[in-house]
């Protein structure tokens, strides 16, 4: 099944690294090589999609959209839904990337009897956002392992989410969040027998491997506990290319750390490269202003085409058009007075 | 490559945003803190334990203190310890910049504790200044009934 495969994946990440650190002492394997191996495949491996897309041909211009597009002054025009320039495509990028505003139209369907029934569906909508922004904001305050002194911004956040003062140290509100939002994308996938249906193992191992990243952090920090000072100058070893032989921390932190490597490493070549992906949808990235300014084919550039006119066209196919009793332009056939 | 006005400063935007941490540093490695520790004695509890688990015992002290009652400690190994924050561990640390704050301020936590409980070093007590509210609403800097209280407000009586 697909879900043990994902399941036994990242079950067996936490045996290796158990493994290969607790027993064999693999330091600099875990530690240093494996850490920057996926940062280096993440890197090149975006950035060759990215370069990929770009060298991409848009042949038309496919904008999506569902509201009015600009047209005459009188007609009310709709800015974010049928963007009809640069700064609007900007806005409405940025509303979608940040408020996930199409997914906010999400509907569910129900057969109930006979009958399909339509309705709003806020949920899949609600799990994303909780999901998204926890990893971003938790992704952002982690630069307190990564700098020092610490930039301003990143300890306000901090103070911020842990604002409840709940227990030493204290409880972040994003780690609730991610995970309520994560149990919420699983389920889905799990229980609705719709979404089951078409959910593969490239579904489950990335909720799974994320999943296991939050909870071998949220162990780390509240329960196993590891030296926060050793692991923080190991750390900002990693980042200034002076790597030191970590010592003193434990397993779990490695456990924390594979996973990270292993979600970084795996990005560029899985679904979740629709991080940069949505970047580049000819749907999202393009005006729609198809009747004011012509988009050029990509695919003439060099090779521009041989046009007709339709009277040139209608002399090419003369014969069969009269065969098959189609009527003839007779326009076409008229002096031009002008 | 297509409009590549707007991918290349895309690309680049990417690529110092997933580097920040290399950068930020100037590629420059921090050294560790190091704690000035008491020259003899042991503490609570192991050196190893106490330094990634100190939070999670005071929060065991401030619980235990507080709502049962309990005063006394009795760690792992059986020695007892009072248990308080200003006349346990900082009669022992008795140099809060030089012992606790140097960890903090290198991994960037603020523990709230010093609000209201008291540093070591801190000898001399101020009376608080009046805050711009307080002259606002002319309510006196310091109340009835407090040590002070013979200095200020009398002529309300
Ligand atoms: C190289 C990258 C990373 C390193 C070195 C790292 C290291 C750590 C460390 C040392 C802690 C314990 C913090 C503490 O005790 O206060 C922690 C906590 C945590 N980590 Fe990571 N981490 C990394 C990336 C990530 C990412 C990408 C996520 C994504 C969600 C994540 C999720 C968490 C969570 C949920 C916690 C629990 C506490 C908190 O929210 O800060 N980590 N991590």
Request: hydrophobic share 45%; net charge positive; glycine share 6%.
């Amino acid at each position: 099944m697909n879900v043990v495969a994902a399941l036994v994946a990242v079950i067996g990440m936490v045996i290796v690294v158990w493994f290969g650190v607790g027993v064999l002492k693999l330091y600099t394997l875990f530690g240093v090589l494996v850490p920057y191996a996926a940062l280096l495949t993440f890197l090149i491996g975006l950035i060759y999609r990215m370069v990929n897309w770009a060298k991409s041909p848009v042949p038309f211009k496919i904008t999506t959209t569902c509201g009015q597009q600009k047209s005459l002054p009188w007609i009310k025009h709709s800015r974010l839904e049928s963007p009809a320039n640069n700064f609007e495509v900007v806005l409405r990028m940025a509303l979608e990337v940040l408020a996930f505003r199409s997914l906010f139209r999400n509907l569910r369907a129900d057969l109930r009897g006979r009958k399909l029934y339509y309705g709003s569906s806020k949920w899949l909508w609600l799990g994303a956002i909780l999901f998204h922004w926890s990893f971003f904001i938790i992704l952002v305050r982690h630069l307190r392992l990564f700098t020092y002194p610490v930039p301003g911004p990143i300890k306000v956040l901090d103070a911020v989410d842990s604002f409840f003062h709940i227990g030493l140290p204290h409880l972040y509100m994003t780690d609730v969040a991610i995970l309520a939002g994560l149990t919420f994308l699983i389920l889905r996938r799990l229980v609705d027998a719709k979404v089951n249906y078409i959910s593969h193992a490239s579904d489950y191992f990335p909720l799974f491997l994320i999943l296991g990243l939050v909870s071998s952090g949220m162990l780390m920090r509240y329960f196993l506990r590891v030296d926060l000072v050793s692991v923080k100058e190991f750390v900002m070893g990693l980042a200034t290319f002076h790597p030191k032989a970590p010592k003193g921390i434990g397993v779990i932190f490695f456990v924390h750390l594979f996973f990270i490597s292993a979600l970084v490493a795996y990005f560029p070549f899985s679904k979740l490269v629709h991080m940069v992906g949505v970047f580049f949808s000819p749907t999202r990235n393009l005006p729609n202003d198809n009747r004011r300014v012509r988009h050029i084919n990509p695919w003439w550039e060099g090779v521009p085409p041989k046009f007709l006119t339709y009277c040139e066209w209608q002399e090419k196919f003369k014969e069969q058009l009269e065969q098959a009793g189609q009527p003839i332009d007779e326009d076409c056939y008229k002096e031009k007075k002008s | 490559m297509y409009n590549s006005d707007k991918v290349i400063p895309g690309i680049i935007i990417f690529v110092l945003f997933v580097t920040l941490p290399i950068w930020w540093n100037h590629g420059k490695s921090v050294a560790a803190p190091e704690p000035e520790l008491p020259k003899k004695g042991r503490c609570v509890e192991s050196k190893e334990y106490m330094r990634s688990h100190h939070m999670q015992l005071l929060n065991v002290w401030r619980n235990e203190a507080i709502r049962q009652g309990m005063r006394i400690y009795t760690s792992s190994d059986g020695a007892r310890f009072w248990i308080s924050l200003q006349n346990g561990c900082m009669k022992c640390h008795n140099n809060k910049s030089k012992f606790c704050d140097r960890c903090h301020q290198f991994a960037a936590v603020e523990p709230y504790c010093w609000n209201c409980h008291i540093p070591p070093e801190t000898k001399k007590f101020k009376a608080p200044k009046a805050s711009g509210l307080l002259k606002l609403f002319g309510v006196p800097p310091v109340l009835h009934g407090s040590s002070q209280a013979e200095s200020y407000g009398h002529a309300e009586h």
